[in-house]
């Protein structure tokens, strides 16, 4: 199954199908590239020599909204070699020749997938299409990253995550904001116990956003799921969704999730592209401390909080009593990098070593998988629904 909100009856009016495996494969001719896995193992060994020397030769696909600020960081880190963007669309090759004169730009990915001294290609086109484009580099044993999220469904995900494996070959999806500074100074306050038993975090992610065939939640929940699973490191076992499509049928616009994670855990997530200005806000609920992170707070994105409310037991025969706790608020420095840098810092490292980046394969599964069971649940009018058992998850990664 895949990302449909609606479960209506297919619209007669044309209208992105997200159920449809878009076979980009044959319209680019991207099959011709494959190579047998045993080759490409060994390919790999071959050139881990080279690049530990010299950058990884790198391509982009996609060159819109997100893959300029992708290139800019290929260009400018010594980890890679950045040789050529992959873009159909004319008017965007054009726009990235004339800042990136010193790379190559083509229309199809088979032509770069051709070219040997490209070891890694970075996807950012429309989520309906990383499944088609990952699948050929993944074949033409590429290391790739594409970006959130990984794919538009399970069975995608699944067979992207067993092709890498299968030809020892990096797949990492590109959840930027688990390489934020700002969110990792709450993940460092939630794991070292500073703020108690998270009893819940709420996130709004709002702004008169970009529209986009693939809905809201494909496009904006991955990031407030990447924050939410890495910062209390326990899976979702439980999704409710509802949402609301005001301009066209079967692509919300707007839509409200309730996650339940094991032990006990609860979000609540609100995303939307109608709102009059951008929010980017959340709060996290534990039993010692209140922590907000404002990603719109450039200075000051993470406000600790030393608020509650307490229960103290009875002394004598009568009833609890409740005190209000409220201490000081601490503004923690937070370091300032690029979160995009540090995540293509971290592809690079993996390529080189073997091991596991944050943003990793089984983190990328879990989010689709929780998008899956929105989209059901978003279709059965907001009943609750299962996500896939965490062991489920990591058997596929
Ligand atoms: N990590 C982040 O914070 C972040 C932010 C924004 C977008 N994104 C992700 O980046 C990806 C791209 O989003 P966008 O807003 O830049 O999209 P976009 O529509 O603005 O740009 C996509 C580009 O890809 C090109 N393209 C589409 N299909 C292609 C194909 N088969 N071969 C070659 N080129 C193709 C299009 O011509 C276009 O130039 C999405 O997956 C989105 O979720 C991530």
């Not at 494969?25 to 530990?52: F, G, K």
């Not at 995550?161 to 700002?182: C, D, K, N, W």
């Not at 996130?203 to 699973?229: E, F, T, W």
Request: hydrophobic share 45%; glycine share 6%; aromatic share 6%.
């Amino acid at each position: 199954m895949s990302l449909d909100w609606t479960g209506a009856k297919p619209d007669p009016a044309p209208k992105p199908d997200l159920t449809a495996e878009t076979d980009l494969a044959a319209e680019t001719d991207l099959a011709v590239t494959s190579e047998p896995a045993p080759a490409v193992a060994q390919l790999r060994r071959q050139s881990a020599p080279a690049t530990a020397t010299r950058g990884i030769g790198a391509a982009v696909v996609g060159y819109g909204y997100w893959g300029p600020n992708l290139a800019r960081n290929l260009d400018e880190r010594a980890e890679f070699t950045f040789k050529c963007l992959c873009d159909r669309d004319a008017t965007q090759r054009q726009a990235f020749s004339r800042r990136f004169p010193h790379a190559r730009a083509v229309a199809d990915l088979a032509e770069a997938l051709r070219d040997r001294a490209i070891e890694a290609v970075v996807i950012a086109t429309p989520p309906q299409s990383h499944y088609a484009l990952a699948r050929a580099a993944l074949q033409a044993g590429k290391h790739v990253l594409v970006e959130k999220p990984l794919a538009t469904s399970m069975a995608h995900a699944r067979e992207l995550a067993a092709l890498a494996q299968e030809r020892e070959l990096v797949l990492m999806p590109g959840h930027t904001f688990i390489y934020s500074p700002a969110v990792n100074a709450v993940r460092d306050l939630i794991s070292q116990g500073e703020v108690g038993d998270v009893h819940f975090v709420t996130s709004s992610r709002m702004n008169l956003g970009k529209y986009q065939a693939d809905g809201v939640v494909c496009d904006l929940a991955p990031h407030d799921l990447s924050i939410l699973l890495y910062w209390l490191d326990r899976p979702v076992v439980e999704v409710a969704a509802s949402g609301r499509s005001v301009l066209q049928r079967g692509v919300p616009e707007t839509a409200f999730l309730t996650l339940s994670f094991e032990g006990g855990a609860t979000a609540n997530v609100q995303i939307s592209w109608l709102a009059p200005r951008k929010v980017r806000q959340m709060i996290v609920v534990g039993s010692k401390l209140m922590v907000q992170y404002d990603d719109t707070a450039a200075d000051e994105p993470v406000r600790v909080y030393d608020r509650g409310l307490d229960i103290q037991a009875p002394t004598s025969f009568g009833e609890h009593q409740l005190i209000y706790r409220s201490g000081d608020i601490v503004i923690p420095r937070v370091a300032s990098a690029e979160p995009l840098g540090l995540e293509l810092a971290d592809f690079a490292h993996a390529i080189r070593t073997g091991e596991q980046p944050r943003s990793n394969v089984a983190l990328g599964l879990q989010i689709v998988s929780v998008m899956e069971s929105a989209a059901r649940s978003m279709r059965e009018r907001g009943v609750p629904r299962p996500v896939a058992p965490e062991h489920e998850l990591r058997r596929a990664a």
